[in-house]
């Protein structure tokens, strides 16, 4: 069953939807969406189990997309464009997949349509072995995080979903369902003989391996109008490491393949 997203909203025109990856939520994206939202009508969304969207306990991208298309439905939207990170272009992916007449444009932001060894997911597992019950400064929790977690960007990343209420820290995203679902997260499994024939950009980070030249057949196998670029000095997060750039490529991309009338 469908969850109700909620989500963020910028500017106006042609509708923009923006998905984040895991332990990230719609305020990560609040930058691009405001450069964006110069133009387009952008929805930052908080995917299910993050942010302040419900928790459910399957994690699943057909459900995640379920969620798209209910979410869509729900606001009169026909069709938007969609832009998606890591898990969150996954969802979008699956949702091109499934419903080609939501999905007006499709950008996907460094990951590919294959299974991972999804690294993320050893942080779930960190975090779920913290122990926010007594603590009473942040300081505290990256402290101990940081033996499981020697980056301090990555452990800071994390800990944006723990918040604080009633003098209490508790997480904002459903570890437990994030932990039953490693297998799912980690995998991708587009349905028999599926293709998305709209326009598709995929956009990699010059310095991550999650979007190599031996992806690229999987890639034009699924989605054959996709064209693949790759941002110099920039990760996974290539849309944090390099916001303008990214930023120019969606501005690009959205004004000469998608909303071009």
């Not at 895991?22 to 995917?47: I, K």
């Not at 939207?77 to 969150?88: L, T």
């Not at 849309?239 to 071009?260: C, G, I, K, N, Y």
Request: proline share 5%; hydrophobic share 45%; glycine share 8%.
């Amino acid at each position: 069953m469908a969850v109700d997203l909620a989500c963020r909203a910028y500017g106006e025109g042609p509708t923009v939807v923006i998905l984040h990856g895991l332990f990230g939520s719609a305020r990560n994206w609040a930058t691009v969406a405001r450069a964006l939202g110069e133009r387009y009508h952008v929805l930052t969304v908080d995917l299910r189990n993050h942010g302040d969207s419900p928790w459910a306990d399957e994690m699943g991208f057909e459900a995640m997309a379920e969620d798209l298309d209910a979410f869509l439905a729900a606001r009169n939207i026909r069709a938007a464009a969609v832009i998606g990170h890591s898990m969150g272009g996954k969802t979008a992916m699956m949702a091109a997949l499934t419903r080609p007449d939501r999905i007006a444009g499709l950008l996907v932001a460094d990951i590919a349509p294959i299974p991972y060894r999804e690294s993320l997911l050893d942080h779930v597992e960190a975090a779920a072995d913290l122990q926010l019950a007594g603590t009473e400064r942040r300081a505290e929790l990256d402290e101990d995080l940081s033996g499981l977690i020697p980056e301090p960007g990555t452990r800071a990343f994390i800990l944006q979903n723990v918040v604080q209420e009633a003098g209490r820290f508790r997480w904002r995203v459903n570890l437990q369902a994030l932990r039953a679902s490693a297998n799912a997260i980690t995998d991708f499994r587009a349905p028999h003989g599926a293709r998305y024939d709209g326009p598709c950009l995929f956009i990699a980070g010059a310095r991550s391996d999650y979007i190599m030249p031996r992806h690229h057949d999987a890639i034009a196998t699924l989605f054959p109008a996709a064209k693949v670029v790759t941002v110099a000095d920039a990760g996974h997060y290539v849309h944090a490491d390099q916001p303008e750039r990214f930023v120019e490529t969606a501005r690009a991309f959205l004004r000469s393949r998608v909303f071009v009338h």
